[in-house]
């Protein structure tokens, strides 16, 4: 199936805008909390009338008390476990909350079943056994031995895919953040890259087969869908099959700064 269109069938939802504030003077202290938010704006769009009407996913889960996130909840089983080229768009926008930190996702990567860029291509190993877990894991290991990549296992138990959390902008918690970084900045360089993120959350490969839908650790909270979005190739993969490295697999939220590199691979889908 083309990725692109495949792709446009996820995106043909009616949805929310989400607008991550450009400036770094828009990182405001949160409501009674000592540590810095990122504000993010919401608003409506009209909904478009559809050929083919996808069913909503119902969210109905522990209800979210926070400061910086309130009025959301934990995102349940069934959200993940779907195609992870489904699940990778649909997860821009969303939180990811430990401990005093929130983020919000704006760039992914899918990673599928047979694709020569997934680690399931290898089996089921003692470091790629979580990424065969059930949708809505989490899947962590060590690139080059010293950055934490986060990725959310996507579909079935058994299928061996997931969906690889390449960069988030800060919500809540950004004296944390920086603390773990290392870095004391407000500029998106602080978590635009996939190792930053899992620096900033302060997990290890510990984490792995931790359910992201249950309270408490780690948690991915629903959160508004992006108004537009920006697609391309995946990074750093030039050792799979030139269809796996050109396909379109990577997604972004479109206006934002909070991006990794390289930006110019990335356009409207």
């Known amino acids: 199936m083309n990725p692109t269109n495949r792709f446009k069938r996820v995106a043909s939802k009616p949805n929310k805008s989400v607008r991550l504030r450009q400036s770094s003077n828009d990182l405001e202290r ?4 000592s540590s810095k938010s990122v504000t993010v704006r919401t608003s409506t769009r009209p909904s478009h009338k559809q050929t083919q009407p996808q069913p909503k996913l119902k969210i ?4 979210v008390s926070h400061p910086c996130v309130r009025d ?5 089983p069934h959200f993940f476990q779907i195609d992870a080229l489904d ?6 926008g969303k939180f990811l909350r430990r401990d005093d930190v929130v983020l919000q996702i704006t760039e ?5 079943p047979n694709d020569s860029a ?8 003692p470091r790629t ?15 080059y031995g010293l950055h934490t990549m986060l990725n959310v296992v996507a579909d079935k138990e058994g299928v061996g895919a997931a969906v690889l959390i390449r960069a988030c902008a800060p ?4 004296e944390t953040i920086q603390q773990r970084r290392g870095q004391q900045t407000e500029k998106p360089i602080l978590l635009t890259g996939p190792g930053k993120v899992g620096q900033a959350l302060g997990i290890s490969t510990e984490w792995s087969n931790h359910p992201l839908y249950s309270p408490g650790g780690l948690e991915l909270l629903d959160g508004p869908e992006p108004d537009k979005i920006l697609i391309g190739p995946r990074v750093g993969i030039e050792y799979a099959l030139p269809e796996h490295v050109n396909a379109l697999w990577r997604f972004a939220i479109a206006g934002t700064p909070w991006i990794s590199a390289p930006k110019n691979t990335l356009r409207p889908p």
């Open 30 to 33: 949160c409501t009674n909390q």
């Open 60 to 63: 109905q889960s522990s209800p």
């Open 72 to 76: 959301t909840t934990i995102l349940p």
């Open 87 to 92: 699940l990778a768009p649909r997860l821009l």
């Open 108 to 112: 992914v990567e899918a990673y599928r």
């Open 118 to 125: 997934c680690h399931g291509r290898f089996g089921i190993t």
């Open 129 to 143: 056994a979580p990424v065969f877990g059930p949708g809505g894991n989490a899947y962590v290991y060590l690139c």
């Open 171 to 174: 919500v809540c918690g950004l």
